[in-house]
Nanobody, 120 residues
């Protein structure tokens, strides 16, 4: 069994910054792509950013220049550095990863989510 655990969410003022972390644990034999998604109330879940196991990153258009995704393969952890935050960035942020479990099968795993609220 594997799990992803996010941390770092919270309340921040407009223009502020936050850094989210997501650590994978369990019977992990390898991790391929990792990414961050978000879901605002009443809206569909959307991709924020993704990163390959070699470090190639891609971003949703509205996040380019404000958000930076990175990963530490030795720690099985992915990060999302968010800056110049706007009220419309308020959402639950979810971590996602493709994980090879026990050298056997690949699973697409989701974290439980962490709330980010941008407000005065």
């Amino acid at each position: 069994q594997v799990q992803l655990v996010e941390s770092g969410g919270g309340l921040v003022q407009p223009g502020g910054s936050l850094r989210l972390s997501c650590a994978a644990s369990g019977s992990i034999s390898g991790i391929n792509a990792m990414g961050w998604y978000r879901q605002a109330p009443g809206k569909q879940r959307e991709l924020v950013a993704g990163i390959s196991n070699s470090g190639i990153a891609n971003y949703a258009e509205s996040m380019k220049g404000r958000f930076t995704i990175s990963r530490d393969n030795g720690k099985n952890t992915v990060y999302l550095q968010m800056s110049s935050l706007k009220p419309e960035d308020t959402a639950v942020y979810f971590c996602n990863a493709d994980i090879l479990v026990a050298r056997s099968s690949w699973f697409n795993v989701w974290g439980q989510g962490t709330q980010v609220t941008v407000s005065t």
